[in-house]
Structure formats: C-alpha cells, structure tokens
C-alpha cells in the first residue's frame, strides 16, 4: 500500500469510529453471553453498564471494552453501573477498571445472601468493593444518573421499580388482563438495576437480567414505561424464561432489540418468536448466531455479530449511532453491515 493509499484508509477509518456530531453512541460489546455495553453521550461523557465476567475470561473481556473504547475515542470511561452481582456482570470489574479507571461507580445496594448468588460472589463483591471505594453510589428506582447530554433514568433497583411512570407511559396495558405471572423470583436478578437512556426523542432500554415478576411490576396494570426505541433484550435475550414477559414486551413496543445473547445461552426458539410478535418492529440484532436454534429461528445473518462458537470468536460489537434529527443507525461491527431508522 502506498502513502496516499494509506491516507485514505486512515481518514475512511476516522470518519466510521467518529461518533455523530451532537449524538449518542452506544457500543453492545460481545462478552459471550454477559453483559457490557458502553454508553457515550453527546458531551463526551461515557458511562459502562456492566462489566463481563472473573476469571480467565476477564482478560478476554476487559480487552473488547478497550477495544470499543479505542473505537469511540475514548481514553477513559466516566463511569461504571452496575446491574447485579451475577459473575457475568460485575465479575470483570477490576480488569474494567484497568482499562477505563472509573471516576464513578453506581450499584444497587449491598449484597444480601437471602437471595440466591452465583457461585463466588462473595470474592466478586469484594473485588467490586474494593475499587469502589470512595466512589461508590447506590442508586434506587426513580434516581436518574448524571451523564451530560442524556437523561438516565433508573426504572429498577433492589427489589423494587418505579413508582410513577415516565417517557409517556402510564396507560392501562391490555397485555395484563391474561398476563402469564410466576412466583417472585429468589436470586439476585430480581435486585436488577435497570436504566432507560433518552436523548431527545429516542429511548434505550438496559434493565439487565430484571426477572419476570419485576418486569410485570413495570407493566401491570399501567406501563410504566411508554415506548422505546431500543430494547436490549433482557437476560440476554430470555434466558430459560426467566425473564422476557410478554405483557412488557409487547406494551413497551420497542421499534428495534438487540440480543447480547451468548453463542448457547439466550435467543431461544421461544424468545425469537415472542420478539417477533412486538407490533410494528423494524429490526432484531443479535450479538451471537444463536448455535441451537434452527436458521427460521435467528435473525438474518447479516444483523447477527459473532457466528462462532465462543472458543473461535472474535468478539465483534454492534454500535448503535443516534442523531439529533431522530435517527439511528445500527452496525454490524463483523461486515460493517448498517441499517438507519427514523425514530417514531
């Protein structure tokens, strides 16, 4: 390649990692079937919703947050939420921290062993605790999160959601009157911290692996939540049913979701066909060809990130960029593949 050639690429490269002027950028980073998804508001301020998980798969992890931080520019994240204490979700804090140094860390509140925990979550927490310290704040539903150039409102936290609905919500929703309801769930996922990002008239929905029972809380028998624009799918995409209840789902209307489901963990037959039946959606996008489910039931291969299984994958993201005229556009960021839509 010669010098102008070169040039060129370099400036191609500029023009796709620079985020819009004026908006959003959201990064869905791959951490196999964990969460991790980087906000960045239109001031510059960057906030990390969770952090992938311990162990040998936190260098993995911590890697691709460094990855999608290069991509936007960044060279530190300001801070960092905590849905849950779950091991895929806060288990890769430190190494995170390595590479983003948090100025802030936001949480739901302490652990509490009555609620049933993955194994080793007592080093996790401690782990979390300890670069934490001093920075720490515990959020509860009803909290926004001060990001410049975005309001961040916090829907859920420690057993409980909101108590008055926002983003136009508050309408009695149909979907209750034969709403399916299970027992409250036990683990800590029921404690999820959830959040819903606007900026201006578009609105993204992370609640992280709130339960079944909570997300009928934020349903029934009003909406709470209006309608969005963007869904991140819960539980990484319904996860053994765990969550994903219809009577949200359906009422909240999200124009487009995206799955960070794993390569065998979320995205099941059932959940792609529950997604399917939301009125009026545009788009469905999924971090991961979902390995046990037949082509009929994953989304086209072009919206799908990793087709690999986790021991041959790359970790590609899926960017999410949002203007100030009311459209997005979400990336593939295997094949670059791109579709824009005008928010309603």
Not at 135 to 147: E, F, N, S, Y
Request: charged share 25%; net charge neutral; proline share 5%.
């Amino acid at each position: 390649m010669n010098l102008w050639s070169a040039l060129f690429v370099a400036a191609v490269l500029v023009v796709v990692q620079t985020r819009p002027a004026n908006g959003l950028r959201i990064y869905v980073i791959d951490v196999e079937g964990g969460g991790a998804t980087l906000v960045i508001a239109p001031s510059g301020d960057s906030m990390l919703i969770d952090s992938g998980s311990p162990g040998p798969a936190a260098e993995r992890d911590s890697k691709r947050i460094a990855d999608a931080m290069r991509a936007a520019g960044l060279s530190k994240i300001n801070y960092l939420f905590t849905t849950h204490y779950d091991g895929d979700h806060v288990g890769g804090a430190p190494a995170a921290n390595a590479v983003a140094h948090f100025e802030r860390f936001f949480d739901h509140g302490e652990m509490d062993p009555k609620w049933e925990q993955n194994r080793g979550i007592d080093e996790r927490y401690r782990a979390y605790l300890d670069i934490a310290a001093g920075k720490r704040t515990i959020v509860k539903a009803g909290d926004t999160i001060p990001l410049r150039g975005v309001r961040v409102d916090v829907v859920s936290s420690s057993g409980r959601v909101i108590d008055k609905a926002i983003n136009g919500g508050g309408a009695p929703n149909p979907y209750c009157s034969d709403a399916e309801r299970k027992e409250p769930n036990k683990t800590e996922n029921s404690q999820t911290a959830g959040v819903l990002v606007s900026y201006r008239r578009f609105t993204f929905l992370d609640v992280g692996d709130l339960t079944w029972d909570k997300e009928l809380d934020l349903a029934c028998p009003a909406n709470k939540l209006g309608r969005v624009s963007l869904l991140l799918a819960t539980h990484h995409g319904f996860f053994n049913d765990q969550s994903g209840a219809p009577a949200l789902l359906w009422a909240i209307q999200p124009q487009t979701v995206i799955a960070n489901n794993g390569p065998r963990k979320g995205m099941a037959p059932s959940a792609f066909e529950r997604i399917q039946k939301v009125r009026g959606i545009e788009g469905l996008w999924q971090s991961h060809l979902a390995l046990a489910s037949d082509k009929e039931h994953n989304t086209a291969e072009e919206m799908i990130a990793n087709t690999e299984p986790s021991a041959e994958c790359s970790g590609h993201w899926i960017r999410v960029d949002v203007d100030s005229e009311g459209r997005y556009a979400i990336t593939n960021g295997r094949n670059n593949f791109s579709k824009t839509y005008q928010v309603r």
